[in-house]
């Protein structure tokens, strides 16, 4: 890769964190925005208060750049930080993902003179001082986002972001079997609440033979010692996935998928895996109730104190429903096509070229 190619890329600054509480997604989302740019030749660096050693060594693999920032915003501290670090990458894209980036905070970062990419899943602020929004969800074309006129808002699906893992299998086809066996059960990357034990207990009432389970444990799951226990007493095999980096091939061995209703749904949906989406967050809800709505995933946790019995009732009949699993996979592969991530970045080239030929014709008038 030359060095013109490089410059006209320029740099692409994520600042993302990752903990137990608000998890791995916001990250993980980047790594993939991360690696696409990586791949067209730019160069990429992780502002982070992430201090997981799984994670970084993710990151260190894509060769990113990772600066570590100490303390999480609105933790006053943190910006004097941040605005240190920044002043060693000079332009191009900062990206924002997370919930606690408030108005204030983009406001700062657009006077530094970045160009802002802010991922959302909700209107969750009064503005944006974005000059593209990136919101992935089902739903995202009904939202209204308070912006500038000139931001750019990329929504729905068509623009998920997918790590590089999937994209080898755009051309396989999933075999949908009679009876769905093989179950995968992926509840985020940090679940502080345990759920995955909660669904592991329940599978054990379910009456159709020859189960086969795997757990994905994320990175920042604080309960791995509590699942092993399980996984040890289980009257079916039971493989755990620990922070593992092959998430695709997981989803390719498996007939049924249960996971919470966050990031993972897009590669769910791009597998044609057909599975049952568990909300955990208040920030799933809105995607939730429309993939049910248009019959491409079933939800549980749409309200809360759901039952071990209600889950079994659904598994079983998805595991003995093949027609139904068809056509949910079938939606699945419609609704997400690979393609997301290589859209988002041309998006961003896209506008970076046309700022600059706004520049050039305003400085020589």
């Known amino acids: 890769m030359d060095d013109q190619v490089r410059k006209q890329m320029g740099h692409l600054i994520i600042r993302a964190d990752a903990n137990t509480q608000i998890g791995t997604g916001h990250l993980m989302r980047c790594l993939s925005l991360g690696q696409a740019w990586k791949e067209a030749g730019g160069q990429v660096i992780c502002l982070t208060t992430c201090f997981n050693e799984d994670l970084e060594q993710r990151m260190a693999k894509e060769r990113f750049t990772v600066c570590k920032v100490g303390f999480s915003y609105p933790d006053l501290r943190e910006w004097p930080v941040t605005e240190t670090l920044l002043s060693n990458f000079s332009g191009g894209w900062l990206v924002l993902d997370g919930y606690h980036f408030d108005p204030a905070y983009q406001l700062r970062v657009k006077e530094k003179g970045y160009q802002l990419l802010i991922i959302d899943d909700m209107v969750h602020l009064p503005f944006y001082h974005a000059d593209i929004v990136l919101n992935q969800n089902f739903q995202a074309s009904d939202l209204h986002y308070p912006c500038r006129p000139e931001t750019q ?10 790590r590089r893992e999937f994209l080898r299998w755009r051309e396989w086809k999933r075999e949908i079997p009679d009876v769905a066996r093989k179950i995968v ?5 940090a679940d502080p609440d345990n759920v995955t034990l909660k669904v592991v207990q329940a599978l054990k009432q379910v009456s159709i033979s020859g189960l086969e389970v795997s757990i994905v444990v994320g990175p920042a799951n604080p309960h791995l010692s509590r699942i092993r226990e399980e996984q040890s007493s289980a009257p079916f095999p039971i493989r755990l996935h620990h922070s593992t980096e092959t998430m695709s091939d997981v989803m390719a061995w498996a007939d049924l998928a249960i ?71 079938r939606k699945g592969r419609i609704l997400v096509d690979g393609l997301g991530t290589g859209r988002v970045i041309q998006a961003l080239r896209a506008y970076r070229s046309l700022r600059c030929k706004e520049n050039a014709h305003s400085l020589s008038g």
């Open 185 to 189: 059960v992926t509840l985020g990357g």
């Open 153 to 162: 808002l990329l929504s729905g699906p068509v623009h998920a972001l997918l």
């Open 259 to 329: 996971a919470a209703a966050g990031t993972t749904t897009w590669e769910l949906a791009f597998m044609g895996l057909p599975g049952l989406l568990l909300v955990i967050a208040e920030n799933q809800r809105g995607a939730a109730e429309r993939l049910q709505k248009e019959g491409i995933f079933p939800v549980l946790g749409l309200r809360p104190n759901w039952t071990n019995s209600e889950l079994v009732q659904i598994v079983m009949s998805l595991m003995n429903g093949k027609r139904l699993r068809e056509e949910m996979s």
